[in-house]
């Protein structure tokens, strides 16, 4: 229930997570659900012959449209489709292991020879094709999720204390003038 389970967290706790990442979802969240997504990079993984969502395809593609609309950094999210999982070495798992997207994941997208995962394809949210380049695959992009938020709570702060130091500095300001005035 990892994938469902996600997407449970990520909506309930929006702004916890940096990003999230999907891997063969049985679930289909409602709009309301996707919404919560809306500044959250996510990508979504999944087998194009997985049987335990093969009559949610038509779903994951809907809602993966409806997630590229909403989505405030639609450049930022990516879909991963698998036409097969395969072993590093490149061996097919076979038909019994085409849900187990995690085989991909757990070599961060990679084949040993630092290819890009076997016959798969990554579409961006605008439906930009992304190739990955050894190593920066799904663990680097994940990584940069957390460093581009860490550094906008950072700045965030930082713009907050400005403020609230700008906000002092006019109010003694006005102090000073009304005393200026009035002596």
Sequence with gaps: MGGKMAIIMATRYTGFFAATYLM???????NHELDALADTPVWLMVCKNDDYISLNQLTVKNNWIY???VSNNPEKNRLSTFDGIYRPDGSYCGRDEVHNT??????????DDGSQYKDMEIIDGLGKKIELTYPDGLISWLSQQSLQKETEEK?????????????FFTAVIKIMGTIGGVV
């Design 67 to 69: 997630l590229s609309g």
């Design 155 to 167: 700045n965030s702060f930082l713009q907050r204390i400005i403020d609230t130091i700008m906000r």
């Design 102 to 111: 995690w085989n991909a994941a757990c070599y961060d997208l990679f084949m």
């Design 24 to 30: 063969s979802p049985v679930y289909a969240p409602s």
